[in-house]
């Protein structure tokens, strides 16, 4: 019954639903990268400590991810934000979220990366295709998200067929 909630939520937030609308942009993407990680499986799952989601270039999301998530549990791990000034700070976390005004760091924030179970998001047309496992694009006006399956195979995750179902392959 969760799965179906968080599924209809993201369904609303994709289809340019009234409530999306009425949510900033910022609140948009901190809901959409949250539910993000119920769907995906990270190598390191077990065990416990933090589950870490990075944003870098955008204090808003960073703001927002952290107010409403930051210290909830995800199982035996407690979601923790961290924010980076730019890429060339970023470590291996599980999330990292890269806000189009940092674009031009995709590639450096990839290459520290690479097969570390990072889940890489991004918000600007044409970065889906340049490496990151999710990018954000607008679509008929409406919020869409393309999913990179090189990416996330190369990053060692797993994504259920529910988010693949939802998503732009590509």
């Known amino acids: 019954m969760?799965?179906?909630?968080?599924?209809?939520?993201a369904a609303f937030l994709i289809s340019g639903s009234t409530f999306a609308q009425e949510r900033s942009v910022q609140e948009v993407y901190s809901m959409m990268?949250?539910?993000?990680?119920?769907?995906?499986?990270w190598p390191d799952h077990a065990g416990s400590g933090e589950f870490v989601i990075g944003v870098v270039g955008n204090t808003?999301?960073?703001n927002t991810l952290n107010g409403w998530y930051g210290g909830k549990p995800r199982g035996s791990k407690t979601y923790v934000m961290k924010r980076f000034k730019s890429a060339a700070d970023v470590t291996d976390w599980h999330v990292l979220y890269i806000?189009?005004?940092?674009?031009?760091?995709?590639?450096?924030?990839?290459?520290?990366?690479?097969?570390?179970?990072?889940?890489?998001?991004?918000?600007?047309?044409?970065?889906?295709?340049?490496?990151?496992?999710?990018?954000?694009?607008?679509?008929d006006n409406k919020l869409k998200f393309e999913l990179n399956q090189k990416a996330i195979e190369a990053s060692n995750l797993k994504v259920s067929g529910a988010l693949s179902s939802m998503a732009i392959l590509i």
């Open 33 to 41: 990268v949250y539910n993000f990680t119920k769907y995906v499986q």
């Open 99 to 139: 806000n189009k005004s940092k674009s031009g760091e995709v590639e450096l924030a990839n290459n520290k990366v690479k097969g570390k179970g990072t889940l890489v998001i991004t918000d600007k047309n044409g970065l889906g295709e340049k490496g990151s496992s999710i990018n954000f694009k607008m679509v």
């Open 60 to 62: 808003d999301i960073y």
């Open 2 to 9: 969760k799965m179906f909630k968080a599924l209809t939520i």
